[in-house]
């Protein structure tokens, strides 16, 4: 049992992610490493395969609180909600005014800033940190999404620096916002990795199904995609899973895993929170409902038994997979579009001081969408913060113009062929939608008004009219406000 105060830093919650994070923090020049788990096992297990890393361990909470040197600051990496509720309440009777409490799990933002609320009175912080990269980033420097108070950043931050990923030379973290804009950024970062994975699919499935290639040649492909404007860690991943072959039946991997995707829920959160906040994220969207289309077995099944024949596949051409690489390309950058415009979205709404720039910053290296591409979106909006959407970013403009034609024949190949495409058709039709002179939205507002009285304005004079439908037919001049 250690009762001395030598540590710096402490983590509580042994999984995974807890060990990694440890691991890392002890692997830094000047740490001394707390660590805590509710079942002793899982700590003496940690603490004796890793001698190096000079951990301490605790076997009881008061145990871990007394380790730690003031002000005391735990990381609490345990499963989100319930879990963190528990030893998060556990902490704060412990602690003392001007110690932090992080909390590093995928937490639901709005838990971050109640749970901030609760904590302020007694003076202890509570920080809500967006943690990305999965067990290796953890290891060896992840992108790291901090949201709380400046205060507590100043003690947080060089800690958090030490351990995060370096892209060109700089830290991947900032201090994004305060009470849970750490964790809403990890909530947009999380959808966006939602949208770049089914588009990764896609472009699979289209290479498979129209283009004829097996998965060890799609890997070829994806590796040579992954030396241009589309490298980035999803794709490198997908190249070796591609390749990967199953050591029980020799058939590609890919072949041999049920092709039904799970979740853990904070796409399901990108969402609600995006239709909340009115902000169209329809490419962040399919890619989340594709999901569960993929688990509706029942479903899939039957409308297997009724059909009676599937559209003939189209042949590719031989500019196929360039024009698979454009449409992914384009479709990427509609997701990303979507995603910061959530964020600025949430960023008006809770009052944060989201900066964009930073934000595509820390995004590029140690989080699961890093990418070679996130340098140029930071570029964009460091040039121009006030652009309304990464479309009409100079650069971004012209290589969506650029792939514009292939990514049409693209989704027009997939929905010839019957090859399921919903991102890349849902990204086509926002930039469509984005694009068009005209909207049907006028039709949609005329049926408003015949039905419900809804009113509308017209192009050509202010103010807000109705149309007497079910009588004469005159138009009525309401006032100045739709409704
Ligand atoms: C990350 C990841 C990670 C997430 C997993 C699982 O940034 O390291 O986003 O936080 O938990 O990717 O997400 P799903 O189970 O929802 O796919």
């Known amino acids: ?62 145990d871990f609180v007394a380790s730690l040197a003031r002000p005391r600051t735990a ?42 609320k609760r904590l302020a009175p007694t003076g202890v912080h509570f920080v809500g940190v967006g943690i990305s990269g999965g067990e290796e980033g953890a290891l060896n420097g992840p992108s790291i999404m901090p949201g709380g108070s ?6 947080l931050g060089p800690v958090l620096a030490s351990i995060a990923a370096v892209a060109e030379g700089e830290p991947c973290v900032t201090h994004v916002g305060t009470d849970g804009a750490g964790h809403f950024v990890k909530m947009i970062h999380n959808g966006i990795e939602y949208a770049d994975m089914q588009l990764i699919g896609e472009a699979y499935d289209l290479l498979r199904t129209v283009g004829g290639l097996r998965p060890h040649a799609i890997a070829d492909v994806f590796a040579e995609w992954n030396k241009g404007p589309l490298e980035s860690y999803l794709i490198e991943i997908t190249a070796e899973i591609l390749r990967q072959a199953d050591p029980a039946t020799g058939q590609p991997f890919v072949d041999v895993v049920l ?9 399901v959160w990108t969402v609600q929170n995006a239709l909340d906040l009115g902000v169209p994220v329809g490419g962040i969207a399919e890619a989340v409902f594709a999901r569960s289309v993929s688990g509706r077995s029942a479903q899939r099944a039957a409308v297997r038994r009724v059909i009676t024949s599937r559209p003939e596949v189209r042949k590719a051409d031989d500019t196929f997979v360039q024009d698979v690489a454009a449409a992914l390309y384009a479709s990427k950058v509609v997701a990303y579009a979507q995603g910061f415009d959530a964020i600025v979205a949430g960023a008006e709404k809770y009052g944060w001081d989201l900066r964009k720039d930073r934000i595509a910053r820390i995004w590029r290296g140690g989080c699961i969408i890093r990418a070679r591409f996130l340098n140029r979106i930071a570029e964009a909006y460091t040039e121009n913060p006030h652009i ?13 113009a650029e792939g514009e034609a292939a990514w049409r024949r693209v989704v027009a190949t997939a929905a010839l062929s019957g090859v399921p495409a919903p991102g890349f058709g ?21 049926q408003r008004d015949f039905f419900g009285a809804h009113t509308y304005r017209r192009v050509d004079r202010q103010g807000v009219f109705h149309t007497e439908w079910s009588g004469s037919r005159t138009e009525i001049t309401m006032g100045t406000a739709a409704h």
Do not use: C
Request: glycine share 10%; no cysteine; hydrophobic share 45%.
């Open 1 to 62: 049992m250690n009762t001395r105060a030598t540590a710096n830093i402490g983590v509580v919650g042994l999984a995974v992610m807890g060990s990694n994070l440890a691991r890392n923090l002890a692997s830094r020049e000047g740490n001394t490493v707390a660590v805590y788990n509710r079942t002793r096992e899982r700590t003496d297990e940690l603490v004796s395969r890793h001698p190096e890393a000079g951990l301490v361990a605790a076997a009881s909470i008061d």
């Open 150 to 155: 400046a205060e507590s950043y100043r003690t």
């Open 388 to 400: 309304t959407t990464l479309l009409e970013a100079p650069y971004f403009a012209w290589a969506v």
């Open 426 to 446: 849902a990204a086509l039709s926002y930039y469509d939608s984005l694009a068009a002179e005209r909207l049907p939205a006028a039709l949609i507002q005329g």
């Open 259 to 267: 092709d039904q995707a799970g979740s853990k829920g904070t796409g």
């Open 75 to 116: 990381i609490v990496m345990v499963r989100a909600g319930a879990g963190t509720d528990a030893v998060v309440d556990q902490l704060a009777e412990r602690f003392e005014p001007g110690d932090i409490i992080v909390d590093g799990g995928n937490a639901d933002f709005q838990d971050t800033i109640a749970r901030e």
